[in-house]
């Protein structure tokens, strides 16, 4: 088994005998063999168990480091859409997605791996105060409202189980990732990933065309259905959004992924990743969000906030970089502009309500929705609200609609989940970020220091683009802000360099100014 970035070794005597746990788990299965051979109604999901059991016990032993597992799964979760375009076939009893499979194999593998293995070992993440109040206040609003769960269960089922192997799969990766060196190289995956998105979303706005509906030959395994997700046009010119969900998803995740190109520049002090973070601006635009460009002014400020004089120094950088955006996503500076001055105010195009011909409520714009939220959920219960999960949209029919979309999670997590679900959530994207610029500010400029830097960056921009789009309904920003929150909790844990003598007195003084673009070079480890 697995413990830590590298395979460990056992006594030569525990090699020959079974421990209990493993013997269990053989007889439990071999228990559902039976009922598979016997005929049993449930054969093909204890079958399909039997051979999950199986392929993650043989990719636990064959991968030589949880970076390489964690990095299958990052490659998985962000360069395959998440919007039902690939699924298991029809065959089975239930569809699953590819994220879905990955996940589940390695949550599978290291509750394993815990159960025989006595070197493996879980680890709180210091966020546990938030972390149990979230999971407390989304189960018990669901208690506290059986009606509105009855009404859907199977849709509140999915969005609970969604959640829950998030939450899972977050203290996965508290546990396993131990060292910087490995929250590095998975990193640099996250942002290869992201700069071939980036590539593929500026070539969809000025071609129309998405590389990722076209992955049925590499897929062969997964039943390929048309995207859900269609083009939109805005100022003339489509609003791309690869593999993404939406534009917005797009643009969001681009965003967060910024901050992580910057640090791997600094940490490995090569700009060809500086590279990767103009592909991904240009990515961003290319959505035609305001969304994204506001999770970019977030980036910025605290950049400006833990790091103001280097940041400060690179603002001749802006402008080669809207020369390149010009030529290569046309339209873009325009359109976002467009948006974000609109004729009359962008007040009022969001207070704007278009009424049917039949008194129905066609569109209603994002602050148009407040009034009528709020007081639904005044009538309902204020601490827990109506139930998580309970609101089913996006699916576009009246059979399984039941609500509108908000546009503004924080507002559905109020509904939802009362005024404890939001309080919780706040609670803990306050403690990270907090707990990070801390660090940050004392290790300097170091290697660690720059890294608090871009992790604290990047979960702001998610916590504060949830006031934009409904981001618990999407996969890929959610994905990566529980991966960054866990690699805060590693980051945190880690023994601090200004602990050290010879470090102590030059964390303590400002930096020297330098040429522009000419970042601190980190200390060496």
Aim: net charge neutral; hydrophobic share 50%; with cysteine.
């Amino acid at each position: 088994m697995l413990s830590g970035d590298a395979e460990l070794t056992s006594h030569p005597a525990a090699r020959n005998r079974v421990p209990p746990s493993i013997a269990a788990i053989g007889a439990l299965f071999a228990l559902l063999s039976a009922d598979v051979l016997g005929g049993s109604s449930h054969a093909a999901v204890f079958a399909l168990g039997l051979v999950a059991f199986v392929v993650t016990m043989w990719l636990v032993r064959l991968a030589k480091s949880w970076t390489v597992l964690l990095g299958t799964i990052v490659c998985v979760v962000l360069l395959i859409p998440n919007n039902g375009s690939y699924v298991l076939p029809e065959a089975l009893p239930f569809q699953l997605e590819p994220y879905r499979v990955v996940i589940g194999l390695l949550e599978l593998g290291w509750v394993i791996s815990l159960l025989i293995d006595p070197r493996v070992r879980s680890y709180t993440s210091g966020f546990e105060g938030p972390m149990l109040m979230i999971l407390a206040v989304t189960l018990g609003s669901d208690l506290a409202n059986p009606h509105h769960v009855a009404a859907v269960s199977s849709f509140t089922i999915k969005a609970l189980w969604l959640f829950l192997s998030f939450v899972l799969f977050f203290y996965v990766v508290v546990s396993v990732v131990r060292t910087r060196e490995m929250i590095e190289r998975i990193l640099t995956v996250f942002v290869c990933a992201g700069t071939i998105i980036a590539i593929a979303a500026i070539y969809q706005r000025r071609s129309g065309y998405n590389v990722f509906d076209h992955l049925q030959s590499l897929l062969v395994v997964f039943h390929y259905v048309a995207a859900s997700a269609s083009a939109e046009e805005r100022g003339g010119y489509v609003r791309a959004f690869a593999g993404a969900g939406n534009p917005i998803e797009l643009a969001t995740l681009m965003a967060m992924l910024v901050p992580l190109a910057v640090y791997l520049a600094i940490s490995r002090r090569r700009r060809i990743w500086f590279l990767s973070a103009v592909l991904m601006l240009l990515a961003d635009f290319s959505g035609g969000s305001r969304t994204g460009i506001i999770g970019i002014g977030v980036i910025g400020l605290v950049f400006l906030w833990l790091r103001p004089r280097q940041t400060l120094r690179c603002w001749p950088a802006l402008l080669p970089i809207f020369v390149v955006l010009h030529f290569a996503a046309p339209g873009a500076i325009g359109s976002v502009i467009g948006e974000f001055f609109p004729k009359g105010g962008i007040i009022h195009q969001q207070e704007e309500t278009e009424i049917g011909p039949h008194g129905e409520t066609k569109y209603a714009s994002r602050l148009s929705r407040i009034g009528p939220v709020v007081h639904e959920y005044l009538e309902g219960d204020p601490l827990f609200g109506i139930g998580y999960g309970t609101r089913v949209t996006g699916y576009h029919n009246q059979a399984a609609d039941n609500a509108i979309i908000l546009d503004n999670e924080w507002l559905d997590t109020l509904l939802e989940t009362g005024i404890l679900g939001v309080f919780a959530w706040l609670w803990l994207f306050r403690r990270i970020v907090r707990r990070l610029s801390i660090r940050a500010k004392l290790e300097g400029d170091t290697a660690d220091g720059w890294l608090a830097v871009a992790l604290a960056a990047s979960i702001s921009a998610y916590a504060v683009a949830m006031y934009f789009y409904d981001s618990f309904g999407f996969v890929q920003a959610t994905f990566v802000m529980f991966t960054l929150a866990a690699f805060a909790s590693t980051v945190l844990r880690l023994p601090s360099r200004a602990s050290e003598p010879e470090l102590a007195g030059r964390l303590t003084r400002a930096p020297r100014p330098g040429r522009w673009l000419r970042w601190p070079q980190p200390a060496t480890e």
